[in-house]
């Protein structure tokens, strides 16, 4: 039955070191298919290769299988820490670089060495079929991934925090180390050692706030001014609120604000906010009501207690933004979208046609949509050009505000109204121009 509990940790531990992976990428990578398909593709042929040299070890299963926990546990211990993960992606550029570097250095030994338990604990069997042997084992094997990759998401990163479930992996593989080689005082000072080093790095950075299976939250002094705040979200920065004779904030929350207040006077309406930032859009706004949908639960509490330093003024809902647009029979007088999972990353299933025309639904007649996107200054980029062009598919020309041009990258506010079309535009020319007769229509 022991060798049952072995299996069932290194089903656990593995798709728990994938998760955790696929978590500590965020702030560096985004969570786009891009990044999340070749992580798991890397994870998977690993461990394949895992698997086949396990099938060649030809004694000593248990101490091979015990070595290969300690070291995993090692790895993962130190490797899927965020102090390591953040100073890897610091200290080596590009991005892509790094990530395959944490692909080949991180990710892939751990399930390597992890792939090898089934085959390798098979052989200690020996009263049964090898049918009925394997099968059992992938069994427990298969159990335990599921667990690792459900409650170590939901339940542990959520609840406790990333490094949490690093530690939780880390001290799953000694503990199946140490099964293994019940009574090996070496063997258990080795094990003992890897659980200090682990515990080590993995006491949170001082100044993290929260390490959620969604994102990192800090607050710290903004230009070294104390009355300034700067909430980031993954390591970037999402709001600033500078307290004084007047509350000032980030520049584009500035824009978005006098948009809703001055330029549209809307008062009494009901505002959607998709991604909450810090909350600040409606801070000290007692026009209107809003909500706020955001993927994470934790936000909320971090925000009122170490950000507004008051409740926020609002309502809240933790769920998909596209999923709420989808399902909610509340209908908005304005709808701004502010959704971005890392510095310049929207959630790729947020950026397609079909969620733009989705926004339709909850809007009023007249409503109007608000975008505050992250773009290069110039506009010049394919990925600049394709969103505007995808959002224009649905709603036809809308106003384009770049805050600055000049810089690499931007924040670009783009408006559309809900009773905006599509439309066949006709190019103006020398021999055929119909400029003073479209002109004309519009008076």
Known sequence: MLLYV????EGLCSLGAEIIALRRLVPHMGSSIL????????FLLALALGYASGAKVERDYARVVGRNF????LIAGVGLS???TSALFGLVRPAMLAYLVYMLVVLCPIAWLLGQTVPILTNLFRHERVGQASGTALYWS???SFLGATGLSLLVMQWLGVSAAVILVSFGLVLGSMVLNLGRKSWLLANLAVMAMVAWINVPEPGVLADTAYAEYRVEPYLGKPNAQLFK???????LLEEGETTKFAPYIERIRSMIKNELALNGKDVLVLGAGGFTLSHGEPLNRYTYVDIDPAIKAVAETHFLKKPINGQFVAGDARNYVDTTDQRFAAIVI???????????HLATREFWAALRRPMQPGAVLVANLILDGRMESAYARNLLATIESVYGRCSVDVLDRLKPISNVIVACFQSSQARVETIYVDEHNQADIDRALRL
């Not at 990044?35 to 890397?42: E, L, M, S, V, W």
């Not at 979200?233 to 709001?239: L, T």
């Open 338 to 348: 502010d959704v971005y999972s890392s510095h310049n990353s929207i959630p790729s």
């Open 233 to 239: 979200v993954n390591q970037s920065g999402a709001s």
């Open 6 to 9: 072995v299996i069932f940790i």
């Open 142 to 144: 298969t159990l335990g």
């Open 35 to 42: 990044i999340t398909a070749p992580t798991i593709g890397f």
């Open 82 to 84: 965020g102090t390591a």
């Open 70 to 73: 300690v070291v995993a546990a």
